[in-house]
């Protein structure tokens, strides 16, 4: 059964490299959807570790898939900083407008 828990790491993993890869193409609707996509798994995977543990070789395979994760998402907070700060200019354009 635990072997389901590291296979919800892999599908999470695969997600965010998938977001990662929308990222470099600037395909923020896809970052979006793939973003969903890690949130269903994550609260999957919460459910069902409350129920199962690992086994100390796939503590340590996960331990890899995280940092790999970390990874990911570190990349993803840079390239998105110049969209973000370009929908906050906007944002801000919009609300001086509307005053």
């Not at 389901?4 to 609707?29: H, T, V």
Request: glycine share 2%; with cysteine; charged share 25%.
């Amino acid at each position: 059964m635990s072997q389901q828990l590291i296979d919800y790491y892999k599908a999470i993993e695969d997600s965010s490299a998938r977001m990662l890869d929308a990222a470099k193409s600037e395909d923020w609707e896809q970052v979006v959807h793939f973003e969903g996509a890690c949130a269903v798994l994550i609260e999957q995977l919460r459910a069902r570790a409350s129920a199962e543990q690992l086994l100390p070789e796939q503590r340590a395979e996960k331990t890899r898939i995280m940092q790999r994760i970390l990874n990911n998402d570190a990349q993803i907070r840079y390239l998105a900083e110049p969209w973000l700060t370009h929908c906050e200019q906007n944002l801000e354009g919009q609300r001086a407008y509307l005053h």
